[in-house]
């Protein structure tokens, strides 16, 4: 059955070569009926026979164009002429103006019409010249018709300054055709139609001449000398077509599907190469493609339908091809059709569950052949094929991929494998090469699941036999029950069916298990293996928490491995942590990636976030993949905010505390602490302020204190009743709208939320337009104080007003509006606001709004910066503060260690700075270079501190264990500094200039140093350590200010040296010493007496004493010691 798209291939490139030219037609319009001579010729035989000859021997000047199609009109029989037409030409190749002769001849009045069509390997059949005329006089004769057919110069000549883009030619075809002016078909009829009523038409083909191999035009225009040179330039340059594939990988790496409704997504451009594009245009309607990924499901879906691979389009639909799971098992293939509805199709077989497999999706048209392959060797496991009459609709750049889940639907659970889409191809499994890459490690999943299985069937037995017990223990005395145990049988042990094989394998298991309280066993059999592996872990922890506890680590892994089998994620990540660093047991990569991963899938959140940040960073053997990043960090990110307003768990405010900070180290407290006390003081002497913040502290469990929500609200209640604080009043009617903590009483709150309002808080007008918006439905209200409260500045307010255009419910404005919305969610994010934050990260990594560009690396930034705020995350940095404050160095490290494997900077730096404090300790216990490791994660964060860059500057430049010396590194590092604004980094880089170090270009341009007005290196030296002066905080003399002083007597005293005065003293000191020396002789000699040197001989021929140089020459003497003496700069 031939579809829709057949009919949309490229024009061939070969055409089928034209029979010789048959002289037949054209005789016969010149040969009487009879079959003789003509009349005129009757009486010359000789004549006759040279005409013969000439028709038959002598080749048809059109014998190239010679596919002629003759159409003989009804007429009168005493009438044998036929109309022809065919054409000669001069030049077979296209040229600007082609010369071609037509010859045709008429037996009624007619319109002859020349038209040329060319093909491009975009578009076909596009006339390019046109040209008619009548013949009305010149009937049932030959006539030749000489015109200059003139071709476009963009297919003609090469590319110049004036034709920047000449196009490629497929095919010219040059026709021509002769239509009667008797059927009413004159000159001002339609082309098209023209044609079809053609009496005689002809074609050729012309030979095309590549781009490259045309010659250049002569416009007859002299360009500025300038332009003609860089035109020159690039003239003869032939550009390569660039080495596109349309196989593309979208994911290459293990991806862990936690079944939440947040995934991958994957946005494909357009092709390059202009054949393919044009291909992929072609096939819009009639899709030709194939997927190919690796699949590992734990379980079916729970809902109706879970996504696996789908496509969203650009209004937000379901586009071709999206395949789901379903709860029975199986595939369910959803495409878009051309006529806009959509057609799904669900397979016969199931998919298998704890196995990898490879899923084979090919669609050829109307065809989809669907096969599972299962492991290595690619079993065949199932396939199935279906077929269709409908034309799919098929655009893989008018959207995006999903991977997974979306805010549409949940993805399923398991793991994804590599995954492979060819675009252009529909090709059979075996053709397929998606091999299994990460194949250890997914061996490893595999083999942990197994595992798991058993140890969670042993927890579950064993808690069903602990229930039983405990409900015979708990049954009611009476009568019949004390007869029964005093004359019955003896009452025996339920025995647990354990095999002697199976104990040995999970002896950690069945000492966690006999230790338990059988009292406090859990009661819920669907949570009971759950509530197991956390006691596990508990019990774990503890010894971890102990004085040694680093060293406890290895005899606490087995029980951390049954907690996570368990489905305790806690421990996952607690494992893959110790086995990435190396924590008191051997470091083992693929270990770590193993708990990370099976961490990630059951959306244990600091799992999540490792995972994210090893993919934004490419470290760890994790490969470099902001949108796998950003699938795990906007899994966390949009449950940060739910996080936030649930009062239990273990949760605590996030604080940027650096350990480096005494003053913000004395302000941490607890119950007992000064701070608290002192805060409590005043809040119970009216102090609003004090109130505030000891409510706050209470609330979201701040600066050391423990979350206490009920203490809190007390607080809030005390400081809105007695005070006339906005904030406080503010505060506690949200409270009382939400009911945290105490009961919903929404009239106090609302006469709580208006009394702040009118006092102009910002937050409190916003929270009316939240009322009136949540509870009584009136939009225009809600618009209308949101509109006022976003004047006032206020995210709240702006995040909400985005909420409103995006719904479609702005008053007065009819429908949705989603770019006015994500401009209200961007103003909100600058704001700090976390929903609109997390929309706008969404838009970045889709793509699909024009305000925000798809920019994957940015909405990575903006989920992490979210997730970073998570409550559970602040919880394990609280418990290392606590520690380093308590001084338990061992849990500290552990603490600070799990928080910093997450990517967040500030617990980066502070095992860092404990590794400084502790070399002994992270020597000790750790398997990698502690302070070497984070300080290096830490200057690749935004916003990093500068004294890591200087940290790592000095790494760099001394050399650190198995780091050798790098002064290039160190002259970045100490330039990232100095950029921030640390003094610091100004006055290394200038040491290093003064030790001879050369700083490179685009450092000064880094900067901002004019190379133009420093030219030389003592130049850059004073206005470094100029800049580190005017950095520095300290008013007194400081190390930069010494250092510029000392270099500026350095350049007076040079400057000395080497000037005029220098001879100018030498030789008015040499005058004054020759002048004392005659002096000194007049006088002796003037005395009679004549010294003589000890021992040396009274020699009357030897000379009398004088200077060894005239002064003169002392002076150029005295100048060169002057010269090598003068100090050169030092480090």
């Known amino acids: 059955m031939q579809r829709r798209g057949a009919g949309l291939e490229r024009p061939r490139q070969q055409q089928r070569q034209p029979p010789p030219p048959s002289v037949g037609p054209r005789a016969a319009a010149m040969v009487p009926p009879s079959g003789g001579v003509p009349a005129d010729l009757g009486g010359r035989p000789a004549c006759a026979l040279l005409l013969f000859c000439y028709l038959n021997f002598v080749p048809s000047w059109g014998r190239q164009t010679s596919m002629t199609t003759s159409v003989t009109p009804k007429a009168e029989q005493s009438v044998a002429y036929k109309d022809f037409i065919h054409f000669t030409i001069v030049e077979s190749n296209v040229r600007n103006i082609s010369e071609v002769s037509v010859e045709y001849l008429c037996s009624q009045p007619c319109v002859v019409s020349l038209e040329a069509v060319v093909s491009s390997e975009f578009r076909s059949s596009i006339p390019v010249y046109k040209k008619r005329w009548k013949n009305e006089k010149h009937l049932h004769t030959s006539r030749t018709h000489l015109v200059q057919v003139k071709f476009p110069s963009i297919m003609v000549y090469r590319d110049d300054y004036f034709i920047r883009h000449s196009i490629s030619v497929s095919v010219v075809i040059l026709r021509a055709w002769i239509t009667h002016k008797y059927s009413g078909r004159g000159v001002d009829v339609k082309w098209d139609e023209n044609l079809l009523h053609a009496v005689a038409k002809n074609y050729t083909l012309l030979k095309t001449v590549p781009p490259f191999e045309r010659p250049f035009k002569d416009h007859q225009v002299c360009l500025e000398w300038n332009m003609d040179y860089i035109w020159n330039l690039r003239a003869n340059k032939i550009p390569q077509c660039p080495l596109e594939t349309d196989v593309v990988t979208l994911l290459g790496f293990l991806y862990a599907s936690s079944g939440e409704s947040t995934g991958i997504v994957k946005k494909l451009p357009k092709f390059q190469n202009r054949e393919l594009e044009a291909t992929r245009h072609q096939r819009m309607d009639y899709p030709v493609f194939t997927v190919s990924l690796w699949l590992y499901l734990l379980h079916y879906c729970k809902a109706s339908l879970c996504g696996i691979l789908y496509f969203v389009d650009s209004n937000e639909m379901y586009g071709t091809p999206s395949v789901f799971l379903t709860e029975e098992g199986h595939l369910h293939i959803q495409m878009h059709l051309v006529q806009g509805e959509d057609l799904a199709v669900k397979t016969r077989f199931t998919l298998p569950l704890k196995e990898w497999f490879r899923l084979d999706i090919s669609f050829n048209g109307g065809q989809i052949a669907v096969t599972t392959s299962i492991g290595q060797d690619l079993k065949s496991h199932h396939n199935q094929t279906i077929s269709f009459r409908e034309d799919f609709h098929f655009n893989d750049t008018a959207g995006y991929f999903m991977i997974g889940g979306s805010r549409y639907v949940a993805g399923v659970a398991g793991f994804f494998g590599p995954l492979k889409y060819y675009r252009l191809r529909s090709l059979h499994p075996a053709q397929i090469f998606n091999p299994l890459l990460e194949a250890p490690l997914a061996e490893q999943i595999k083999l942990y699941y197994e595992r798991c299985a058993e140890v969670q069937e042993i927890v579950s037995v064993y808690a069903s036999i602990v229930q039983r017990g405990s409900q015979e223990a708990c049954d009611l005395r009476n009568s019949y029950l004390d007869l029964r145990h005093r004359y019955g049988r003896p009452s025996t042990c339920t025995a647990f069916p354990w095999e002697k094989e199976l104990r040995a394998q999970h002896p950690s298991l069945f000492q966690a298990l006999l230790e338990m309280d059988l009292l406090t066993a859990p009661r819920h059999p669907n949570e009971s293996v759950l509530e ?100 795990y960090y906007s899994n966390i990110a949009t449950k940060t905010p739910l996080d936030q307003h649930t009062l239990q768990g273990d949760q605590a405010y996030v604080e940027a505390v650096r350990l480096k900070d005494d003053e913000i180290l004395k302000v941490q407290t607890k119950e007992d ?92 007008v916003n929270g009316l337009g939240w009322y009136y918006h949540k509870f009584k439905k009136n939009y225009s209200k809600a618009a209308k104080y949101w509109l006022k409260a976003e004047e006032m500045g206020n995210p709240d307010a702006s995040y909400n007003l985005g909420v409103l255009y995006l719904d479609g419910i702005f008053p007065g404005v009819p429908g949705r509006n989603q770019t006015l919305a994500g401009e209200y969610f961007h103003k909100a994010a600058q704001g700090g606001h976390i929903e609109g934050t997390l929309w706008c990260s969404l838009y970045y990594i889709t793509g699909n709004l024009e305000t925000f560009p798809r920019d994957p690396e940015k909405a990575v930034v903006w989920a992490k910066h979210i997730a970073e705020k998570n409550g559970y995350l602040g919880h394990v940095i609280r418990k290392g503060l606590n520690a380093y404050l308590e001084g338990s160095w061992h849990e500290a490290l552990l603490y600070y260690i799990l928080a910093a494997e997450t990517g967040i900077e500030v617990s980066q730096t502070n095992l860092a700075h404990i590794c400084e404090e502790r070399p002994d300790l992270a020597k000790r216990y750790l398997g990698v270079n502690c302070v070497w490791r984070y300080y290096n994660f830490s200057v690749f964060q935004i916003d990093a501190p500068s004294f890591a860059y200087l940290k790592m500057g000095d790494l760099y430049y001394y050399g650190h264990q198995n780091q050798s010396q790098d002064l290039d590194l160190s002259v970045q590092m100490y330039a990232q500094a100095a950029l921030d604004g640390d003094s610091q980094g100004f006055f290394n880089l200038a040491l290093l200039i003064e030790e001879g170090a050369i700083i490179p270009h685009h450092i000064l341009d880094f900067l901002e140093i004019d190379p133009a007005i420093h030219s030389n290196n003592i130049s850059i030296i004073q206005e470094l350590y100029e800049r580190c002066w005017s950095h520095s905080n300290e008013e007194s003399l400081s190390p930069c200010s010494l250092a510029w002083l000392y270099l500026h007597c350095r350049l007076i005293w040079g400057a000395v040296l080497h000037s005029a005065l220098t001879y100018f003293l030498g030789t008015f000191l040499l005058s004054v010493f020759i002048a004392w020396t005659l002096q000194y002789f007049q006088s002796v000699s003037a005395n009679g007496f004549n010294p003589t040197p000890a021992g040396a001989s009274l020699d009357p021929s030897a000379p009398t004493a004088s200077p060894a140089v005239t002064p003169t020459e002392d002076a150029s003497a005295q100048d060169q010691p002057a010269v090598t003496s003068n100090p050169e700069p030092r480090g």
């Open 532 to 631: 197991i592996g956390g006691m596990i872990f508990e019990k774990a922890i503890k010894r971890l928490s102990s004085v040694d506890g680093l060293h406890q680590i290895s005899s606490v892994v087995p029980f951390l491995m049954d907690s996570s089998c368990c489905g305790y994620h806690k421990a996952s990540y607690y494992l893959a942590v110790f086995y990435e660093t190396g924590l008191s047991v051997p470091r083992n990569q693929l270990q770590g990636m193993l708990y990370s991963l099976v961490g990630g899938q059951g959306s244990e959140r600091l799992s999540s976030m490792n995972l994210g940040y090893k993919h934004f960073q490419g470290i760890d053997n994790y490969p470099l993949d902001w949108e796998l990043s950003y699938a």
């Open 673 to 764: 602490g000064d701070v608290f006390m002192w805060l409590k003081h005043e809040a119970t002497r009216g102090n609003a302020a004090a109130q505030q913040r000891l409510a706050q502290m209470l609330f979201w469990g701040q600066q050391g204190v423990a979350k206490n929500p009920e203490a809190a609200i007390e607080w809030y209640a005390k400081g809105a009743l007695e005070t006339e604080d906005p904030a406080l009043i503010y505060d506690y009617a949200i409270v009382l709208f939400k009911g945290q903590g105490v009961k919903k009483n929404r009239r106090l709150a609302l006469e709580l939320m208006k009394k702040a309002a009118s006092k102009g808080l910002h937050q409190a």
